[in-house]
């Protein structure tokens, strides 16, 4: 059967920039999706997808006018209820065969076959396939409930009485195959081949569409519009550095891929335009100018080839006059404004000292049951100086206790009311102003991170102090409330806490144990359940867990080494990499078997310490194994006290032979008790030797 190809656009009013991708690859991969499911696409099919601040679409090649015919089976009832018993057809049959179409001559041609415990009556019949218009306007149907709508709402149609709810008013609909108009509708429209271009500078209006494949070259051409949403983000960037490049000296626009896709929403023909502000605002700290011009004016500031802000920025205009110069002298009229508030806020903030602000959070509530920021800060202050103490001295427990005391004053200042996301930066351009020590006020800004995901560590000894104690109070605090996540939900970002303190802890090889420092926060939640910390333990473990299989370890290598829940977490990189140089030696398998076997004999047994008495060593097997225990096991234990846990484990894998004669021809429950207690406290001498770097057990198969 011959296949065009397939254009189908929905025209309609501004959609949410920040949602525009989303909509525009969610109703383009459900078309597609729907065809597929009716036969009038294949899997040869390719698919691209559309989306302006005014369309989406989708192009689909290789669709078929009508989909291929089908055979079906249907099962009708059991033959005890279709055939009387001289075998011809009851009335259930034939009313049956009536609602199919199929009239009684049809109950000769039945099939019978078995059907679970009885036999029943299947009719055989062909199921034409859906026409093009047909499975469209299922498809379409389909393709429009299913959109991820961030807010719905809901207008009025054409003849004053009927209404549709919408992300957005529709005004036409496209449906081409190949050069053919399909009838369908949607949303109140039906469907033609025309649609409108840009609002101001198309060349024809409505644009008309000769056929499918004209789509993209026809809006660009008569109607001054890039369709393509990555097409356009393209010519975006390659607009931004034609700029910047003109401006000269190392410019560069900044790097933001959220305000990239934002600004690809809004506009329908980018024209990029170099505008400029008053260099004596650049006293302000840049990430105030760079916010405010990110967030409120869409546009992208111009640092140089040190990342220093210049007074230069760029704007994605969506129009492209002869003389652009009222467009720039527009737009930097609107800017100087936003500016001048910004340098407002940070001279008015800067006349007082964080400290004479601190008084200020016992205003500020922080959890209706965990009390105010100030009392949180008197909490994390405590902390800090203890951790700081364990860590160092009581110079950098001072400096992390200064550092804390102010971590929250930027919360109080006027920037920081009108831009959140600068807390902690503002706090450290405010504590150098007040001519804090540089780390005081590096901590005040680093006791934040890491952020997200692959953000950075707090730079300094006592920043990571501090976002420690800060961190630690939180999940501390939360969780003897009873505030824990669940499932996807975690608004207090729990698990993000977590995962900071895991990578502080391990990647700044910190001599600190997890355990120690969970019981000092609690201690300062005198209210926590009881098992409170072993939930909270528990939770940061997944949070250690998931974070290495990130990192490319086995689910069996990082169970190895959790398993016995390693206190010191900069240790763990080096008990994983020794797990794996031991998982790699030919006797690995069968000390990995034996351990389990071991564990599992320990786990029955009564009691069992260890403890050998050479006089019960009866068998030559339990002789030779204890014999090499004497041997081995101090020297694995020594390469394990100098921190060389490969070598101890593979020190451990001469092991092999004994074990496995120990088990061959030693029976370890024997009647004698003194002689079965003495063959467990071998094994229990074994299991502390083998295990200390991970559990083997683990890795056995």
Same mark, same amino acid.
């Given at each position: 059967?011959?296949?065009?190809?397939?254009?189908?656009?929905?025209?309609?009013?501004?959609?949410?920039?920040?949602?525009?991708?989303?909509?525009?690859?969610?109703?383009?991969?459900?078309?597609?999706?729907?065809?597929?499911?009716?036969?009038?696409?294949?899997?040869?099919?390719?698919?691209?997808?559309?989306?302006?601040?005014?369309?989406?679409?989708?192009?689909?090649?290789?669709?078929?006018?009508?989909?291929?015919?089908?055979?079906?089976?249907?099962?009708?009832?059991?033959?005890?209820?279709?055939?009387?018993?001289?075998?011809?057809?009851?009335?259930?049959?034939?009313?049956?065969?009536?609602?199919?179409?199929?009239?009684?001559?049809?109950?000769?041609?039945?099939?019978?076959?078995?059907?679970?415990?009885?036999?029943?009556?299947?009719?055989?019949?062909?199921?034409?396939?859906?026409?093009?218009?047909?499975?469209?306007?299922?498809?379409?149907?389909?393709?429009?409930?299913?959109?991820?709508?961030?807010?719905?709402?809901?207008?009025?149609?054409?003849?004053?009485?009927?209404?549709?709810?919408?992300?957005?008013?529709?005004?036409?609909?496209?449906?081409?195959?190949?050069?053919?108009?399909?009838?369908?509708?949607?949303?109140?429209?039906?469907?033609?081949?025309?649609?409108?271009?840009?609002?101001?500078?198309?060349?024809?209006?409505?644009?008309?569409?000769?056929?499918?494949?004209?789509?993209?070259?026809?809006?660009?051409?008569?109607?001054?519009?890039?369709?393509?949403?990555?097409?356009?983000?393209?010519?975006?960037?390659?607009?931004?550095?034609?700029?910047?490049?003109?401006?000269?000296?190392?410019?560069?626009?900044?790097?933001?891929?959220?305000?990239?896709?934002?600004?690809?929403?809004?506009?329908?023909?980018?024209?990029?335009?170099?505008?400029?502000?008053?260099?004596?605002?650049?006293?302000?700290?840049?990430?105030?100018?760079?916010?405010?011009?990110?967030?409120?004016?869409?546009?992208?500031?111009?640092?140089?080839?040190?990342?220093?802000?210049?007074?230069?920025?760029?704007?994605?205009?969506?129009?492209?006059?002869?003389?652009?110069?009222?467009?720039?002298?527009?737009?930097?009229?609107?800017?100087?404004?936003?500016?001048?508030?910004?340098?407002?806020?940070?001279?008015?903030?800067?006349?007082?000292?964080?400290?004479?602000?601190?008084?200020?959070?016992?205003?500020?509530?922080?959890?209706?049951?965990?009390?105010?920021?100030?009392?949180?800060?008197?909490?994390?202050?405590?902390?800090?100086?203890?951790?700081?103490?364990?860590?160092?001295?009581?110079?950098?427990?001072?400096?992390?206790?200064?550092?804390?005391?102010?971590?929250?004053?930027?919360?109080?200042?006027?920037?920081?009311?009108?831009?959140?996301?600068?807390?902690?930066?503002?706090?450290?351009?405010?504590?150098?102003?007040?001519?804090?020590?540089?780390?005081?006020?590096?901590?005040?800004?680093?006791?934040?991170?890491?952020?997200?995901?692959?953000?950075?560590?707090?730079?300094?000894?006592?920043?990571?102090?501090?976002?420690?104690?800060?961190?630690?109070?939180?999940?501390?605090?939360?969780?003897?409330?009873?505030?824990?996540?669940?499932?996807?939900?975690?608004?207090?970002?729990?698990?993000?806490?977590?995962?900071?303190?895991?990578?502080?802890?391990?990647?700044?090889?910190?001599?600190?144990?997890?355990?120690?420092? @969970? =019981?000092?926060?609690? /201690?300062?939640?005198?209210? $926590?359940?009881?098992? %409170? #910390? *072993? +939930?909270?333990?528990?939770?940061?473990?997944?949070?250690?867990?998931?974070?290495?299989?990130?990192?490319?370890?086995?689910?069996?290598?990082?169970?190895?080494?959790?398993?016995?829940?390693?206190?010191?977490?900069?240790?763990?990189?080096?008990?994983?990499?020794?797990?794996?140089?031991?998982?790699?030696?030919?006797?690995?398998?069968?000390?990995?078997?034996?351990?389990?076997?071991?564990?599992?004999?320990?786990?029955?047994?009564?009691?069992?310490?260890?403890?050998?008495?050479?006089?019960?060593?009866?068998?030559?097997?339990?002789?030779?194994?204890?014999?090499?225990?004497?041997? @081995? =096991?101090?020297?694995? /234990?020594?390469?394990?006290? $100098?921190?060389?846990? %490969? #070598? *101890? +484990?593979?020190?451990?894998?001469?092991?092999?032979?004994?074990?496995?004669?120990?088990?061959?021809?030693?029976?370890?429950?024997?009647?004698?008790?003194?002689?079965?207690?003495?063959?467990?406290?071998?094994?229990?001498?074994?299991?502390?030797?083998?295990?200390?770097?991970?559990?083997?057990?683990?890795?056995?198969?």
């Amino acid at each position: 059967m011959s296949t065009q190809n397939l254009l189908v656009e929905l025209f309609v009013e501004e959609l949410p920039p920040k949602a525009l991708k989303k909509l525009g690859e969610a109703f383009a991969g459900a078309l597609l999706e729907q065809l597929k499911s009716q036969g009038l696409a294949t899997a040869g099919s390719s698919l691209t997808a559309y989306a302006s601040p005014r369309r989406l679409a989708a192009h689909i090649t290789g669709v078929s006018a009508r989909a291929a015919d089908k055979a079906v089976s249907q099962k009708l009832m059991p033959v005890s209820v279709g055939l009387d018993a001289s075998g011809n057809p009851t009335p259930a049959l034939l009313k049956k065969l009536q609602a199919l179409g199929a009239d009684a001559s049809a109950a000769a041609g039945l099939k019978r076959a078995i059907d679970g415990k009885a036999e029943a009556l299947f009719y055989d019949s062909t199921a034409r396939g859906a026409t093009l218009a047909e499975g469209l306007q299922k498809a379409l149907d389909e393709a429009i409930a299913r959109l991820p709508i961030p807010k719905v709402m809901t207008y009025q149609l054409a003849d004053g009485w009927s209404d549709v709810k919408f992300v957005r008013p529709a005004h036409s609909l496209v449906a081409l195959h190949g050069a053919q108009v399909i009838p369908v509708q949607a949303l109140g429209l039906q469907s033609g081949n025309t649609t409108r271009g840009h609002r101001f500078e198309a060349s024809v209006d409505p644009v008309r569409l000769p056929d499918a494949d004209s789509y993209a070259a026809a809006l660009e051409q008569d109607g001054a519009v890039i369709a393509s949403f990555e097409a356009r983000r393209a010519e975006i960037v390659r607009q931004l550095a034609q700029a910047a490049a003109k401006v000269g000296g190392g410019a560069r626009p900044i790097e933001d891929a959220a305000l990239l896709d934002e600004v690809t929403g809004l506009v329908e023909r980018p024209n990029v335009l170099t505008c400029q502000f008053e260099s004596e605002f650049l006293q302000v700290p840049q990430e105030c100018l760079i916010l405010t011009m990110k967030a409120n004016q869409k546009y992208f500031p111009l640092l140089d080839a040190q990342g220093k802000l210049t007074n230069r920025f760029l704007v994605v205009s969506n129009i492209r006059p002869d003389d652009a110069s009222a467009v720039i002298q527009g737009n930097e009229r609107v800017v100087r404004p936003r500016l001048a508030d910004a340098k407002f806020f940070s001279d008015q903030d800067r006349k007082k000292t964080l400290e004479s602000r601190v008084p200020q959070l016992a205003k500020v509530v922080y959890h209706n049951k965990l009390g105010t920021q100030g009392e949180r800060t008197e909490r994390v202050r405590a902390l800090a100086r203890v951790i700081g103490a364990q860590l160092g001295s009581d110079a950098l427990a001072g400096r992390a206790d200064q550092a804390a005391m102010l971590t929250k004053a930027d919360l109080v200042t006027d920037m920081v009311g009108e831009f959140p996301e600068l807390q902690g930066t503002m706090g450290r351009y405010y504590a150098l102003n007040d001519k804090l020590p540089g780390d005081v006020a590096d901590a005040i800004e680093d006791h934040y991170k890491p952020r997200f995901a692959g953000d950075e560590l707090p730079r300094g000894d006592a920043g990571v102090v501090v976002a420690l104690a800060d961190k630690l109070e939180t999940l501390a605090g939360l969780f003897s409330i009873g505030q824990l996540p669940t499932g996807d939900r975690d608004p207090f970002a729990l698990r993000r806490h977590a995962l900071g303190v895991v990578r502080m802890l391990m990647e700044k090889d910190l001599p600190l144990s997890l355990d120690t420092l @969970i =019981a000092q926060a609690l /201690a300062l939640f005198p209210g $926590a359940a009881a098992n %409170t #910390a *072993s +939930l909270l333990s528990a939770f940061i473990a997944d949070r250690l867990s998931g974070l290495l299989r990130e990192q490319g370890y086995s689910a069996q290598e990082v169970d190895a080494v959790i398993a016995l829940g390693p206190q010191r977490l900069g240790d763990i990189p080096k008990r994983l990499a020794a797990v794996r140089a031991f998982a790699a030696l030919p006797e690995a398998p069968a000390l990995a078997a034996a351990n389990k076997r071991i564990s599992n004999i320990l786990k029955k047994a009564d009691k069992a310490d260890a403890h050998v008495s050479d006089a019960l060593l009866r068998e030559p097997a339990e002789q030779a194994l204890h014999a090499a225990m004497k041997d @081995i =096991a101090p020297r694995a /234990a020594a390469q394990f006290d $100098a921190g060389d846990y %490969t #070598a *101890s +484990l593979q020190t451990l894998a001469a092991l092999r032979a004994p074990v496995d004669a120990f088990f061959d021809g030693v029976m370890v429950n024997a009647e004698e008790p003194d002689l079965r207690l003495n063959r467990l406290g071998l094994l229990a001498t074994l299991h502390q030797a083998m295990n200390r770097v991970a559990d083997l057990s683990r890795l056995a198969v």
